[in-house]
């Protein structure tokens, strides 16, 4: 519940920390619901950051050969495996994985998104 001090805040003067891109270090997945869909968060340690940072997108080659930054759904096929062909499937065969568990441990590339965030790179 909101309280009445955070309900009359104004705006500060510190910028947001920006983190480069780097190699980061996979030490946590979990797949969380979203607007009911279910996304993969990785929990990662950047080399500049004491503490973790959740990344849950990534960019890609798509279909068309077409590099493409989209969110890493969790959607499953009708025998009920990672759906073929979507970004999380294309996302884990990039880093020879062949289940979400197998990406803990995993050092994988980081590249900034337009938007100055940090997304897994795999291309």
């Known amino acids: 519940m909101e309280s009445q001090e955070e309900l009359e805040k104004g705006i500060g003067n510190i910028e947001p920390e920006i983190l480069k891109p780097a190699k980061v270090k996979?030490?946590?997945?979990?797949?969380?619901?979203?607007?009911?869909?279910?996304?993969?968060?990785?929990?990662?340690?950047?080399?500049?950051?004491?503490?973790?940072?959740?990344?849950s997108r990534v960019k890609y080659i798509g279909k068309g050969d077409k590099v493409s930054t989209v969110g890493l759904w969790y959607m499953e096929d009708s025998e009920g495996n990672i759906q073929k062909g979507t970004a999380l499937a294309e996302f884990l065969i990039f880093n020879v994985a062949k289940n979400i568990k197998q990406l803990e441990g995993k050092e994988i590339e980081t590249i900034a998104e337009d938007s100055g965030y940090l997304c897994f790179k795999s291309y």
């Open 26 to 55: 996979i030490v946590k997945v979990e797949l969380k619901e979203i607007k009911k869909m279910k996304k993969l968060v990785c929990s990662v340690k950047h080399p500049n950051r004491e503490e973790t940072i959740d990344i």
